[in-house]
């Protein structure tokens, strides 16, 4: 089974970091870097990322066949996606025991998705 | 056939065989497998340029054993206490068997202290002599997350102490309902109704089918492998069928039954007759014996719902399960009418295991069809597309809502 782990920020988290001294920074990094190493080494990761600031966004509108992109996220929202892993392991529970190693589940902002399969037995 | 895939399936059938010679003379399954490995790939790229040597077997098993020696210089802690050992001449390439290698690797690849994940990965590579990209496709995964799970499966195979030998008798019965289990995952992955991507894909089906015959050869008496074989022929015969052209999942009732697979149908029925008299009961046997039914019946209103009614009250008992509780409501219904079915769906709920599950919904909806309440029908049935993690299961259920529109 897959599963997307979805990482938000949001103002509180934003301003909890940005108060961080760089020795608690470098705490945080820390604990990302050892949850990345241990999904590779036990062969659960897929893949990890983490996104670019959100004013770096471009939203894309195509109209009449002409691509439009515009500065921004598109909406004024306030949880923003922040990073994101994307795992294979036995079950939810396992991608719940995973997704609890990321820091900002002390603010709620960690969620955890089913990834859809292309098989499927017969109906 | 072409050279290359001939050489592919040689290359194949030999893995396990060169594995279990070189862990036989040297010991330590992990830096043998990935010598196997190496001398497979040098094989694949030299024999279809320079022709099939004339001992394939020698040859890997020389090529592999060199190959050996270089892994274990690289590794220098080892040097002193191994050097005897490691230099010794390759194992002779047809030695008489104490026990069957095959047999032991695939007990070994689906250890216990695996996750079913990683005894898939290991397995595929150590006894399917695929390669960790060609797994890596099969399995819809990166080639560093395939490669991960077998270095770890092998590390966790290496601390467990677990020796390259069968298992006390015992235990033994356990450690193959194991094997079993990881062959149907493997055939389960491969049984996919994506079309696309399929050119590129190994064929796990195949593969499953072709690893559970050579266990089958090895264990000719255990209904239950022959069981599980019956099994995947027998649901492995509709896939032609399986999908319309336009790629969508065709249940039972709309296929095309000219389109299923006679020869591997005669093939299951003939093994899962003859198991069911002759062996002791078990899980996969009645599931064989199902599939049996449905394939045996020249079309969808010639099924017979009584006998396919009576194997799940027996599955009920062997292996009593959620998914096993739906499907025998769905024959409960085609025996005894949809109101029938709906009540004991109704009870069913209760079950934890089920509570919220999309087949609840899926089932419910066929019934509510079938009893004439199309309006409920269509809600339980987009209910059911919402939720479920398959897209072609989600893509047919949006259409038989669809279907159902006023």
């Not at chain 2, 004991?344 to 079938?370: F, I, K, N, S, Y």
Request: hydrophobic content about 45%; charged content about 25%; aromatic content about 4%.
């Amino acid at each position: 089974m897959k599963y997307m782990i979805l990482i938000h920020s949001n103002p509180q988290s934003r301003g909890i970091w940005d108060g961080f001294t760089d020795a608690q920074r470098a705490e945080g990094y820390a604990e990302y870097a050892a949850l990345g190493e241990d999904l590779a080494s036990s062969g659960e990761l897929i893949v990890a990322e983490a996104l670019a600031d959100a004013s770096l966004t471009k939203t894309v509108t195509v109209t009449d066949g002409k691509t439009i992109p515009s500065d921004g996220p598109f909406a004024e929202s306030k949880e923003l996606l922040a990073g994101f892993f994307l795992i294979e392991c036995d079950g939810m529970d396992r991608a719940v025991e995973i997704a609890a190693r990321v820091p900002e589940t002390e603010l709620g902002l960690v969620e955890v998705r089913p990834i859809m399969q292309l098989s499927g037995d017969d109906v | 056939v072409s050279t290359a895939t001939a050489i592919e399936g040689l290359l194949r059938e030999l893995a396990p065989e060169v594995l279990g010679a070189l862990v036989r003379r040297y010991g330590g399954f992990d830096t043998c497998e990935d010598a196997v490995q190496e001398a497979l790939l040098a094989a694949a790229v030299q024999w279809p340029k320079d022709g099939v040597p004339e001992n394939p077997k020698g040859w890997l098993i020389r090529v592999a054993s060199r190959r050996r020696i270089e892994l274990w210089r690289q590794d220098s802690a080892r040097r002193r206490r191994e050097e005897t050992v490691a230099l010794e001449a390759p194992p002779d390439p047809e030695p008489a068997p104490v026990e069957d290698d095959t047999l032991t690797l695939l007990v070994l690849c689906c250890h216990p202290s695996l996750t079913p994940i990683s005894q898939v990965a290991l397995t595929l590579r150590a006894v399917g002599g695929l390669t960790t990209a060609e797994i890596a496709r099969a399995l819809l995964v990166p080639e560093a997350t395939v490669a991960q799970r077998i270095s770890r499966a092998k590390q966790r195979i290496k601390a467990s102490g677990a020796e390259f030998q069968m298992p006390p008798e015992a235990k033994r019965s356990e450690r193959i309902a194991a094997v079993l289990h990881v062959l149907y995952l493997i055939f389960n992955e491969g049984y996919t109704a994506s079309s696309g991507s399929r050119l590129h894909r190994v064929e796990l089906t195949s593969e499953a089918i072709r690893l559970t015959r050579q266990l089958r050869e090895r264990l000719p008496e255990d209904g239950e492998v022959a069981g599980l074989l019956a099994l995947m022929l027998l649901t492995d015969a509709r896939r032609p069928a399986r999908t319309s052209a336009d790629g969508a999942l065709l249940p039972l009732a709309e296929q095309d039954r000219s389109l299923w697979d006679a020869e591997a149908i005669a093939e299951g029925v003939e093994l899962i007759t003859e198991t069911l008299a002759t062996a002791p009961i078990g899980p996969y046997q009645v599931q064989a014996a199902i599939a049996a039914v449905h394939d045996e019946a020249a079309g969808f209103e010639d099924t017979d719902w009584p006998q396919i009614l009576a194997l799940y009250d027996l599955l009920q008992k062997v292996a009593p399960g959620p998914m096993v509780t739906l499907n025998r409501i769905v024959a409960v219904a085609m025996v005894h009418g949809p109101l029938a079915g709906l009540e004991q769906l109704a009870e069913a709920e209760a079950d934890p295991a089920l509570a919220g599950h999309h087949r609840v919904d899926a089932v419910r909806a066929h019934l509510l069809d079938m009893a004439g309440d199309h309006e409920a029908a269509r809600t339980h049935f987009r209910e059911a597309a919402r939720r479920t993690l398959s897209v072609p299961e989600q893509r047919y259920l949006e259409s038989r809502a669809t279907r159902l529109e006023p």
